[in-house]
Antibody, heavy 115, light 115 residues
Framework: EVQLVESGGDLVQPGGSLRLSCAAS????????MDWVRQAPGKGLEWVAY????????YYADSVKGRFTISRDNAKNSLFLQMNSLRVEDTAVYYC????????WGQGTLVAVSS | QAVLTQPSSLSASPGASASLTCTLR?????????IYWYQQKPGSPPQYLLR?????????GSGVSSRFSGSKDASANAGILLISGLQSEDEADYYC?????????FGSGTKVTVL
């Protein structure tokens, strides 16, 4: 069974940092590019970042460029999102997903940015 | 003008067919894009339904009912998700997605109500 399990969401103050993780199982993680997608409360979906299967090709949404860093560890079947300089508008449920090939999504982890 | 435009809501009767549109900005040609469709029910992550580029380049999500199908309307520069034989369980938000200029772009979503 394919599983993507996000973790690391928390309540953090504006300007703070957080690192999200996504543990993959049930498929050959190293064969797939991966994404982070977020959804603010009551709002639509917003793509955040993409990393290809080898980690050598990375893209970001303009809204997070320079603040967020996507990475992966294929040996540990894990995807990461380092989030720095967090803003109130970064408050959302963050999902890891493969948007291009398989359509796999995790259940999400909540990041709340508030003072 | 937004890259992708979806109507905010659509209502239809059980057993009817519903055609959801995803209109691309006029300067980008629908013919060159894979269009992905997702269904999201309250409190759940999005579920991948299908992707469609052409009749020879399409994919149905694993376990997704054949009542969901994709197509394009070149004259309207739009992708289309057709839901046949509407059921109450089809009540949800539906999002389209494309890869454009090194980013993923989601439509704003269509809320489908089955009356």
């Amino acid at each position: 069974e394919v599983q993507l399990v996000e973790s690391g969401g928390d309540l953090v103050q504006p300007g703070g940092s957080l690192r999200l993780s996504c543990a993959a199982s049930g498929f050959t993680f190293s064969n797939y590019g991966m994404d982070w997608v977020r959804q603010a409360p009551g709002k639509g979906l917003e793509w955040v970042a993409y990393i290809n299967k080898g980690g050598g090709s990375i893209y970001y949404a303009d809204s997070v460029k320079g603040r967020f860093t996507i990475s992966r560890d294929n040996a540990k079947n894990s995807l990461f999102l380092q989030m720095n300089s967090l803003r109130v508008e970064d408050t959302a449920v963050y999902y890891c997903a493969d948007l291009w090939d398989s359509g796999y999504w995790g259940q999400g982890t909540l990041v709340a940015v508030s003072s | 003008q937004a890259v992708l435009t979806q109507p905010s809501s659509l209502s239809a009767s059980p057993g009817a067919s519903a055609s959801l549109t995803c209109t691309l900005r006029s300067d980008i040609n629908v013919g060159t894009y894979r269009i992905y469709w997702y269904q999201q029910k309250p409190g759940s992550p999005p579920q991948y339904l299908l992707r469609y580029k052409s009749d020879s380049d399409k994919q149905q999500g694993s376990g997704v009912s054949s009542r969901f199908s994709g197509s394009k309307d070149a004259s309207a520069n739009a992708g289309i998700l057709l839901i046949s034989g509407l059921q109450s369980e089809d009540e949800a938000d539906y999002y389209c997605l494309i890869w454009h200029s090194d980013t993923y772009v989601f439509g704003s979503g269509t809320k489908v109500t089955v009356l």
